[in-house]
């Protein structure tokens, strides 16, 4: 059973009385521990079909199953639930809390989980070394450059170790340097065996991912 089964997915809207149809007929699967690349032009369907995936969304049609759960008319409160469970996000704006620490950014969603404040503090420590942030730990983000930031972001996403990593433009707010030094830590966690999804629009970014899929005007296009 791949992780990722999304059977025939549709998407529709109504905004100021137009119908909007952001994703159309979409089907795909993603196998566990598999990279895959998103591509595709604004107002290709990028975002929503990220946030159906994110369990952030739900399908107007269509059947999602992640990791053996039927999502597709979950509750919001059961699509919290599994999005917690299962979905590490890293987002183009790193959303850190600048009043807290590194380290209780990465702790922030864990205490959601109910982890204890020992389990906590162990996992952020864990996850800020392999980003390569242990010396960062104490620092805000206001300290922190923003290749350090999405590193945090990063860190945070893989602290509970979940079975899928959701990266939106994970580079889109970073120079040349810091964004290589990003996509080389999701090649890593990939080669680790973590599942990988990445959002983007930028071809060269998702020349890094093992397979490519590619998104215009609400559909999947042949390779």
Excluded: W
């Excluded at 945070?156 to 970073?174: C, K, V």
């Amino acid at each position: 059973m791949p992780l990722i089964l999304l059977e025939h997915i549709c998407k529709s809207y109504e905004t100021d009385a137009l119908h909007v149809e952001a994703l159309r007929d979409v089907s795909l699967s993603v196998d566990r521990g598999e990279f895959l690349a998103i591509i595709g032009p604004s107002g290709s369907g990028k975002s929503t079909l990220m946030n159906v995936i994110g369990c952030l969304d739900t399908p107007t049609s269509g059947r999602y199953v992640l990791d053996e759960k039927d999502v597709s008319a979950m509750s919001d409160k059961t699509l919290s639930q599994v999005r917690g469970q299962c979905i590490g996000f890293v987002f183009q704006k790193f959303h850190l809390m600048p009043e807290l620490t590194a380290r209780e950014n990465v702790e922030m969603p864990l205490v959601y989980r109910g982890f204890s404040a020992s389990k906590r503090r162990k996992l952020a420590e864990e996850s800020l070394r392999r980003v390569g942030l242990e010396n960062r730990l104490e620092h805000r983000p206001g300290e922190l450059s923003g290749g350090q930031q999405q590193r945090v972001a990063i860190a945070r996403a893989i602290a509970s170790h979940p079975p899928l990593i959701l990266a939106d433009e994970p580079t889109g707010n970073l120079d040349r340097a810091s964004g290589e030094t990003v996509m080389r830590l999701l090649r890593d966690l990939h080669d680790e065996g973590h599942t990988v999804v990445l959002i983007t629009h930028d071809a060269d970014v998702a020349a890094s991912a093992g397979r490519v899929v590619r998104l215009c005007d609400g559909r999947i296009t042949p390779p």
